[in-house]
């Protein structure tokens, strides 16, 4: 019997994206790909009207999925929203990234290829071969200070701890217990990576070259900032050594 292919959903949260996701999505979408693929925008009804783009694009290719939220608005919670319709959608392996270009289409397969080895695959700016590139001194001083606060704080033994742009093997997903996350903003990021090491799921860091945004404007203010650090704190209280999870 021919071996069925594996389901990649590739998932990202948008809010008022519409400069960026069109060539994003199509450029995702051309990728050679050995696997069945979804490209899945979790969009919070964004006022610049992406998701009419999203519309557009899906009428065109099947494997385009817009998931559309009214209610609700964070990239915490567009995040959960998005990781559960990716395992209703039959996901082998969830690829999250940001919907700027910061995160490069051209890294999936690389993602997706270390995924046979590791639960988890952290595309890292801070392993050999990896890059910050173009942001400017404040933003790269930020991610320093913020990151080693957090290594240390958390002790989690990966290098680039704050990275969105990461490939999920489906039972990482199923055993962080999605139902169970408090973040509704970036924090997000941070928790499941917390729940994931916590279970003992193996971790894996591969290169990829970090771009600042060409277009649109950035969601991050530094409160969403001082709200992730608190947040932080919040579920580093909470979450006790969880039991070891295995994909394998
Ligand atoms: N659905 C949804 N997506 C969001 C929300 N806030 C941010 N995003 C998306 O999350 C991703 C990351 O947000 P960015 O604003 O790029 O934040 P950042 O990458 O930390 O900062 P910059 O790269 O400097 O812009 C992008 O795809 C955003 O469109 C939100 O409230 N809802
Ligand atoms: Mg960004």
Request: charged content about 30%; hydrophobic content about 40%.
């Amino acid at each position: 019997m021919a071996e069925t292919r594996k389901k990649l959903v590739v998932l990202i949260p948008t809010y008022n994206e519409r400069e960026n996701i069109e060539e994003l999505v199509r450029e995702i979408l051309a990728l050679p790909l050995e696997v069945d693929l979804s490209v899945l925008v979790v969009d919070d009804n964004s006022p610049d009207e992406t998701a009419e783009v999203i519309r557009r694009l899906a009428e065109e290719d099947s494997r385009v999925r817009l998931l559309i939220r009214t209610k609700r608005r964070g990239r915490g919670s567009a995040g959960i929203d998005g990781f559960r319709e990716a395992l209703n959608l039959g996901a082998d392996y969830t690829i999250e990234m940001d919907g700027d270009f910061s995160h490069q289409p051209r890294f999936i397969p690389f993602l997706l290829e270390h995924a046979q080895e590791f639960d988890l695959v952290i595309g890292s700016r801070f392993v050999p071969g990896g890059q910050d590139a173009e942001r400017s001194f404040v933003r790269r001083f930020i991610t320093f200070l913020v990151r080693n606060f957090i290594r240390r704080y958390f002790r989690i033994p990966v290098r680039d701890v704050s990275s969105g742009f990461r490939c999920f093997r489906r039972c990482v997903l199923e055993e962080v217990d999605l139902d169970d996350l408090i973040s509704v903003g970036p924090s997000l990021v941070l928790e499941i990576l917390y729940k994931a090491s916590l279970a003992g799921f193996s971790i894996g860091e591969v290169p990829i070259v970090f771009a600042d945004r060409k277009k649109g404007k950035t969601k991050l203010t530094p409160l969403k900032l001082l709200e992730t650090l608190v947040m932080a704190m919040k579920f580093k209280k909470m979450y006790g050594r969880a039991e070891p999870g295995s994909c394998r």
